[in-house]
């Protein structure tokens, strides 16, 4: 279990807008924390074909159009934007999440390290930094060879458009932590999936200013819980670390350090390899928390007992534990 791997490209810096919060710079910074005896390799570009699992043809037709006819930059909406060669980066993000889920599935955790991020691309629309949604093209494409995955989004933004990718499924299950009232405003505890999939869609958001001890309590409480029943074939992480204390954009207070144990308690969890994907992290310390969930990947003692987190969270616990027969 203790074995893992890197997923780069160096094409990832041809989508770009340096003034940007998701710029390729925050990447090269979050590269900074693989350690050196974790072996690399580069991505391959998706298949079309297991793009549109999860997107419209006709906005996958669209969006590679509007790359091709941009100059320099261009923008989709008011935070998301584009430079000529963003769909073939894209393809490209999609590809190293899909061959992360691979390696999982052949034995070893894996982190995919690519960007433009994911978890709020929609069926038919980009959204929130994100043009192709990484996370649900690998999910789905695994889904063709194993029964049931797991997805925990850690990201401080809640991840619309992978739960929306899989709300009416039983074969997978979707938990989130994140900041409440926050963009994209979705992700609320009644919404836990329809039809089928009732039960599968786990949301725990978070007042700003949660730490590691809320986060420990919700992981402890509910999601591994959740996780162990489920017993997935296949493990997933969508691993935005902008929940860091000096994030420019996510009001949480987790430290570089904080990702050991979240990722610790996620491969006890899992029993399976996990394989991460990278979302957000706009912050100066990133590379060190990258650092830190490679270290959480390869021990192997245990995990102490969380501390008492804050009222709120143990409100929200208390009722998610009683809305998913969890008690
Ligand atoms: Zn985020």
């Keep these: 279990m203790g074995r893992c791997c890197a997923?780069?490209?160096?094409?990832?810096?041809?989508?770009?807008?340096?003034s940007h919060p998701e710029s390729n710079a925050r990447l090269v910074n979050a590269c900074s924390g693989i350690p050196r005896n974790?072996?690399?390799?580069?991505?391959?570009?998706?298949?079309?074909?297991?793009?549109?699992?999860?997107?419209?043809p006709g906005y996958l037709f669209w969006l590679e159009q509007r790359c091709a006819a941009t100059r320099n930059l261009d923008w989709l909406d008011s935070d998301?934007?584009?430079?000529?060669?963003?769909?073939?980066?894209?393809?490209?993000?999609?590809?190293?999440?899909?061959?992360?889920?691979?390696?999982?599935?052949?034995?070893?955790?894996c982190f995919a390290l690519v960007r433009p991020p994911g978890h709020h691309a929609e069926f038919d629309r980009a959204m929130g930094f994100c043009l192709i949604n990484n996370v649900a093209v690998a999910a789905k494409k695994a889904l063709e060879h194993v029964d049931t995955i797991a997805i925990v989004d850690w990201d401080a933004h809640h991840g619309n458009g992978t739960q929306n990718s899989f709300y009416g499924t039983d074969r997978v299950l979707y938990c989130s932590v994140?900041?409440?009232?926050?963009?994209?405003?979705?992700?609320?505890?009644?919404?836990?999936?329809i039809g089928d999939g009732k039960g599968y869609t786990i949301n725990a958001p978070l007042q700003a200013g949660s730490a590691?001890?809320?986060?420990?309590?919700?992981?402890?409480?509910?999601?591994?819980?959740?996780?162990?029943?489920?017993?997935?074939?296949?493990?997933?992480?969508?691993?935005?670390?902008?929940?860091?204390?000096?994030?420019?954009?996510?009001?949480?207070?987790?430290?570089?350090?904080?990702?050991?144990?979240?990722?610790?308690?996620?491969?006890?969890?899992a029993g399976v390899?996990?394989?991460?994907?990278?979302?957000?992290?706009?912050?100066?310390?990133?590379?060190?928390?990258?650092?830190?969930?490679?270290?959480?990947?390869?021990?192997?003692?245990?995990v102490k007992a969380p501390e008492l987190p804050s009222e709120r969270t143990r409100t929200i616990v208390s009722l998610l534990k009683s809305g998913h027969n969890l008690c």
């Design 38 to 56: 974790i072996s690399l390799s580069l991505s391959e570009p998706a298949l079309r074909e297991d793009v549109e699992r999860v997107h419209d």
């Design 273 to 302: 390899p996990l394989a991460l994907v990278l979302e957000g992290g706009y912050g100066p310390s990133h590379g060190a928390a990258i650092h830190h969930i490679f270290a959480g990947l390869t021990y192997e003692g245990e």
């Design 80 to 109: 998301t934007y584009i430079s000529p060669r963003s769909f073939e980066v894209a393809l490209h993000a999609a590809g190293a999440a899909v061959a992360a889920v691979e390696r999982s599935m052949d034995g070893e955790h």
């Design 212 to 269: 590691i001890t809320d986060y420990q309590y919700v992981f402890s409480e509910i999601f591994i819980p959740a996780i162990e029943r489920f017993s997935p074939d296949v493990m997933i992480v969508s691993a935005g670390q902008d929940i860091l204390f000096d994030d420019p954009i996510g009001r949480m207070e987790i430290r570089p350090q904080d990702f050991e144990l979240l990722t610790r308690m996620l491969v006890q969890g």
């Design 178 to 193: 994140h900041q409440e009232h926050f963009f994209p405003y979705s992700g609320t505890i009644d919404e836990t999936g």
């Design 7 to 18: 997923i780069i490209d160096p094409i990832c810096a041809d989508h770009d807008n340096p």
